[in-house]
């Protein structure tokens, strides 16, 4: 008999009460109930009352729900952005209920919603101003309806907390009870938005909206769906990207319990069966056989060397300040230096999943992605449908950091519904999802600076071989051979120098690359901080004045600096085999610096043991989202430099779990601080990418301090620092 399904969380509750644990059920203030944050079903002809307009629909009991056209995969954007809104709206905050924006209406009404990708650092940058116009809007209609029910001119009324009042007569309106009168109405023009000098919500710390139900287990993932007549499937790639299926024998699996087919897909094949486990076993059974071509020749040592010969092979050029060749031979002191970074996987806790329901005029998909309306594109593309006729249902992220960007299993698992004519449930395992990703370009970089006689650099030659994640996608073409992620912190370094030289080399192998939290700055900021620390020492300098001097023209970076350095305890001593390092970048619109506190162990061991961060991002709509983003963005960063590596053997990855690609653990987490520089002014800066570039280069250059030992290949793991 099939036993009924257990979800994860029912079996977590079940096992704290077998092993004798005590399992207690609370409630968390600051929504108005639990977040069903999936878009409510919508139509042209079915738009509820109280709908202001495309962003704002106001319940009768005063609930405030605010649509959300961006993902929450952890970054708190399911309570930033609604606060933009109820900023204008003067809405009572704790009866806000955020919901994701539907995917569907915005293909129908031409983009109401905008661009609906997450990703970049854009959320709150690329969205604050006409979020804010849209809660204007609906506050000046809710007052509008008001007067006019009053009869009173609509400047004689206020709205405050839900309400709408009129102070003269002592009248006052919910707006549950003006949502209906407020979406006819009409504006003459639209209300001028908020200055930051006039805010009464944003830039106030706030609880996250999200946080209930995921402490509940409430909050619903990619993963948890479940619908009626679902299938499941489990699918492997050819183990050599760009490899083909050759053939494969059903025989052997047609009559185990549960089978419903095998479908062949594009490099691939997928066995579905009525439980998950039924069909990852019998995929390991199918017989098999891959086209696996040329690429399986090659591996990482060859990848390497790749790298390095194009370094000294012709490059576009992206910046040519001065004669930087010319001004290295006046150079008192050359200093030269390679850095190289590997692949690098996203591993996402939540492994790539999506549920599709192909049917011949319609096709539903649930999934956690970082693009619904890209989604919903490449699930028309891939069923042969109208866009208007496909229906994204988007969920909580467990994790995305750019991979969920890009879709392939949504490709997969619509190709599939549609060849056994049911829903399907489509997992990639751990194992799939580590060795199929699209990964962090590897890179080599080679940097030479002459200094003078006071130690400053008179000229700089930045020379980078990197992936292009263009041509991996297929997204176009690279104009002149420089691609802006490839040489992000490096043409537009801040550092001063009279003589400037930045060369690319756009250099692709059989592997896929592609968005990785950060970008190129990630492998990028690791080479530049690593290098002026480097030059700093041969200058005989402290790092952190070193930097200031170099950035003096730049009172942000300065601000930044001084702020990292006061907070982080810069120039106190530290015990025999411990060190600070630091490292500073602009990134997405805003700067981070970051100061490392690492001890080092007499047999090589590396502990980091304290990040203090300092940014300026402009401007903070919610400072607890920004503490919890540069967490994150740091234990992400430091997992990297730590141990981050994809390794090629035969053409394939060697890596294909958590126990061969290794995260920081909570045990071995560094105390963190976070700490703002804001200059304010019209900056709005993205946070959640930034807090990544400087760990690596913070934690390498303490480790030098602590040392004396320069680390210019990552991960720092492959170093041997035993009685350095």
């Given at each position: 008999m099939n036993a009924p399904l257990l979800s994860r969380r029912s079996f977590i509750v079940a096992g704290l009460s077998a092993a004798g644990g005590l399992a207690v059920g609370f409630a968390l203030d600051g929504t108005a109930q639990a977040l069903p944050i999936a878009a409510q079903p919508w139509t042209p002809e079915g738009k509820p009352a109280g709908e202001i307009n495309a962003w704002i629909l106001i319940e009768p009991d005063d609930t405030i729900v605010i649509r959300v056209a961006k993902s929450e995969m952890g970054e708190g954007i399911f309570t930033a952005l609604p606060m933009i809104v109820a900023e204008e709206l003067e809405c009572d905050w704790s009866k806000v209920r955020p919901e994701y924006a539907s995917p569907n209406r915005n293909v129908v009404e031409h983009g109401v919603y905008q661009q609906m990708g997450t990703g970049g650092s854009r959320s709150v940058r690329g969205s604050r101003e006409f979020l804010q116009q849209a809660g204007a809007s609906a506050r000046a209609r809710l007052i509008e309806a008001a007067a006019r029910r009053?009869?009173?001119?609509?400047?004689?009324?206020?709205?405050?907390?839900?309400?709408v009042l009129h102070e003269a007569s002592g009248r006052s309106a919910t707006y549950g009870a003006l949502a209906a009168e407020a979406a006819a109405v009409k504006l003459g023009a639209e209300p001028a938005i908020k200055s930051p000098d006039q805010y009464k919500l944003i830039g106030r710390p706030t609880a996250r909206l999200d946080t209930p139900v995921k402490v509940t287990g409430e909050a619903k993932f990619g993963i948890d769906t479940r619908v009626p007549d679902m299938v499941y499937a489990a699918v492997a790639a050819c183990p050599v990207f760009g490899g083909k299926l050759k053939t494969f024998e059903e025989a052997p699996i047609r009559g185990r319990r549960g089978f419903v087919g095998v479908v062949p897909l594009d490099g691939a094949v997928a066995v579905v069966f009525d439980r998950f486990w039924r069909a990852k076993e019998a995929l390991k059974a199918l017989p098999v056989e891959w086209d696996i071509g040329e690429a399986a020749k090659t591996d990482s040592a060859q990848f390497c060397a790749l790298y390095r010969e194009a370094l000294d092979g012709p490059a576009a050029?992206?910046?040519?300040?001065?004669d930087a060749d010319k001004a290295m031979g006046s150079a008192t002191k050359i200093?030269?230096?390679?850095?190289?970074?590997?692949?690098?996987?996203?591993a996402p806790m939540e492994p790539l999943n999506c549920t599709a329901h192909w049917t011949a005029d319609r096709v539903d998909v649930w999934m956690g992605t970082q693009a619904p309306d890209r989604a919903l594109a490449l699930a028309a593309e891939a069923g042969g449908v109208k866009p208007e006729n496909v229906f994204v249902h988007n969920c909580f992220l467990g994790g995305g950091f750019g991979r969920r960007a890009v879709n392939d299993e949504l490709k997969q698992a619509v190709l599939v519904s549609k060849a056994v004519g049911k829903p399907v449930k489509l997992v990639w395992t751990r194992e799939e999802d580590i060795r199929h990703d699209r990964y962090r370009p590897q890179a080599a970089l080679r940097f030479k600076a002459g200094l003078g006689a006071d130690g400053m650099p008179v000229a700089l030659n930045l020379r980078t071989a990197v992936g292009s994640l263009l041509r991996s996608l297929g997204m176009g073409k690279v104009e002149n051979g420089i691609e802006p992620s490839a040489v992000e912190g490096?043409?537009?370094?801040?550092?001063?120098s009279p003589n400037i030289k930045v060369d690319c080399v756009l250099k692709n192998t059989h592997v896929p690359v592609m968005f990785w939290r950060s970008v190129g700055s990630s492998q990028n900021a690791f080479a530049v901080e690593s290098f002026i620390d480097e030059l700093a020492h041969a200058a005989g300098k402290d790092p952190y004045l070193y930097r200031r001097a170099l950035l003096s023209d730049r009172p942000d970076f300065v601000n930044v600096l001084d702020t990292l350095a006061t907070k982080g305890d810069w120039g106190k001593p530290m015990p025999a085999?411990?060190?600070r390092g630091i490292a500073i970048h602009e990134a997405f619109g805003t700067i981070v610096g970051e100061i490392?506190?690492?001890?080092?162990?007499?047999?090589g061991e590396?502990?980091?043991e304290r990040i203090v961060a300092a940014i300026d991002c402009g401007h903070v709509v919610n400072p607890t989202t920004v503490a919890m983003q540069v967490e994150s963005a740091v234990i992400y960063g430091l997992t990297a430099a730590l141990y981050g590596e994809i390794t090629i053997k035969d053409g394939r990855v060697e890596q294909g779990n958590f126990d061969d690609y290794p995260m920081v653990?909570?045990?071995?987490?560094?105390?963190?601080?976070?700490?703002?520089a804001l200059s304010g002014g019209k900056k709005w800066g993205g946070i959640g990418e930034p807090g990544t570039p400087p760990v690596a280069p913070a934690v390498t250059n303490a480790i030098f301090a602590a040392t004396g030992r320069r680390i210019r290949s990552l991960p720092i793991k492959n170093e041997n620092l035993s009685g350095a």
């Open positions: 009053w009869n009173v001119p609509a400047s004689e009324c206020m709205a405050r907390a839900s309400k050029t992206a910046r040519n300040d001065g200093v030269e230096a390679l850095y190289e970074v590997p692949h690098l996987a996203h490096l043409a537009n370094t801040q550092y001063r085999g411990s060190g490392a506190e690492v001890a080092v162990s007499k047999t590396v502990r980091v653990r909570m045990a071995d987490a560094p105390h963190i601080e976070t700490h703002l």
